[in-house]
Structure formats: C-alpha cells, structure tokens
C-alpha cells in the first residue's frame, strides 16, 4: 500500500504503515514538483545523472522547504550497490548534497533526532525502517545487487544489535521495479540462486528471460532475520510501469533523473 500526497505541485509518496507515528517524517519523492527538463522533468534529486547542477540544487531545496527539512539535518548515503550499512550520527549531518565522509555505503542507520536520513533511486527499492519502541530508523537502498545480497537483512539485525526486538520493528519498501519489468538473463538467475537456493521461490521464467520479486526477496530476508511479515508494507507500484510519475533507469534507458528516500524522526 502506498499514499500519494501533494503540496501544491510537489508529489511524494508515503507509507500507510507509518501513518500513525506523528514523531516520524518520511517520504519517497516522485519526478513532479521540481524544475528541470526533459529526461529529468521535473524533480531530479541526484547529482550526476547528467543534468543541469543548478536546477538539481533547485530540486533539491524544493523537497527540503516542501517537507519541512532543514538542509543541515541531512545525512545521506554514497551508494555503489553495495551491501555496506553504517551507523550514523550528528557528526554526518551539514554534507546534503556534498560527498558524504564515507565511500560506498548503501544503508544508513541512526537513533537521533533530526537526523534526516536520504537516498537515492531510480527502479531501486528504497527499503525503510522504524522501531517505534527503541526509536531507530534506517534507510537502505536495494537495487537487485543490495537485495540479492540481503542488505535489508542486515539492516534488521543492525537494529537488533542497536537494542530493537525486529518483530516490534515497521518497515515500507518503495515503489521500484515489478517482476514483470525486472528481466536478467541467466548469468544474473545463477548468481541469485548461488547466493540463496530460496531465491528460486520468487523467480518465474519467460523463454529465455528470468524474472525476480525483489519486492518478496527483501521481505523474505526481512522476515528471516526476525521481522514480522505483517509489519513489512510493499507499495506494490512499479516505477517503470509508472514512468509518468517516477524516474525509471530501466524505462528510460539510463537517461533519467533520480527520486529520493527520506526518513527522520522529529
Ligand atoms: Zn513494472
């Protein structure tokens, strides 16, 4: 489930599953409300898709004044489809769209206030987290490579270290690619199944085409590391067959612009 929210002409989307924790802020932007142009009209969030600097800045700063960030309290991944996640602090904050202080790191983790955790995606899940008991928040970005490699797992047992109990723990994975959309060939299928012979379960093939749920793979791992399969929301939308409201890297043949992820508690 998903809802579609709009402040005047900006478009984000939230997650029914959050909607009773009034601390918690988060948000999983669309490609409406922002001013850039063609392959990134119009709410391109992400620095080195290709597009004007300026009006990525300009984009940028619309999502920060429309949900009500300051721009200092932004902590933000460097993703490189890893499967790398880190503890993250004040210390991090002041960098938005700068280099964060580390490399390679896809999901990052914090138990402070006011700390704005924001990634980035463009057919990649978004994968957020919520304990609304110990108050921590994480946010993951999963592409097939995070996901096959079980990142959201990890997330899950972060937490646990950091003092949750993962079936207390709520979790929303953003609108990305559907089965239907995400097609590899077989070198990529053997890997999934070298990496977790369960994978099999959410592959259905297509002539010689293979098709993942990555949606399911993330809440398989979710699940198999402690969490409750009815704490885990899908969106269930797929931002290649909605290209009209999302950046899609797959639909657009890597000429796009990129949504953000956003989670903070106030
Ligand atoms: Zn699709």
Not at 28 to 48: A, C, H, M, Q, W
Not at 130 to 139: A, F, N, R, S
Not at 145 to 161: C, F, N, P, Q, Y
Request: proline share 2%; charged share 25%; glycine share 8%.
């Amino acid at each position: 489930m998903y809802k579609l929210n709009r402040i005047e002409d900006f478009v984000y989307v939230t997650f029914p599953i959050f909607d009773e924790y009034h601390d918690l802020l988060h948000c999983f932007t669309t490609r409406k409300g922002g001013v850039s142009k063609g392959p990134y009209e119009s709410l391109n969030i992400g620095f080195g898709t290709g597009d004007d600097e300026e009006n990525i800045r300009r984009n940028n700063l619309i999502v920060f004044d429309k949900l009500g960030i300051s721009i200092e309290d932004v902590v933000e991944t460097d993703q490189t489809h890893t499967n790398n996640i880190k503890y993250v602090d004040e210390t991090y904050k002041g960098r938005a769209m700068k280099d964060p202080k580390y490399t390679d790191i896809d999901g990052i983790y914090t138990d402070k206030k006011n700390v704005a955790l924001m990634s980035f995606h463009a057919d990649c899940n978004a994968v957020f987290f919520y304990d609304p008991v110990k108050k921590l928040i994480g946010l993951s970005h999963a592409g097939w490579r995070g996901t096959m490699t079980d990142i959201a797992g990890k997330m899950v047992r972060a937490l646990t270290e950091m003092g949750s109990n993962p079936s207390h723990l709520k979790a929303a994975i953003s609108p990305s690619l559907c089965q239907d959309c995400f097609e590899v060939d077989k070198d990529v299928a053997d890997m999934f199944i070298a990496t977790d012979i369960r994978y099999k379960d959410f592959m259905v093939t297509r002539g010689n085409k293979y098709h993942f749920d990555l949606w399911e793979i993330n809440k398989y791992n979710m699940t198999k590391a402690g969490m409750d399969e009815n704490n885990i929301e899908l969106a269930g939308l797929c931002t290649k067959c909605r290209n009209d409201l999302f950046f899609s890297h797959r639909g657009q043949k890597g000429i796009r612009g990129l949504m953000a992820g956003i989670i903070m508690m106030k």
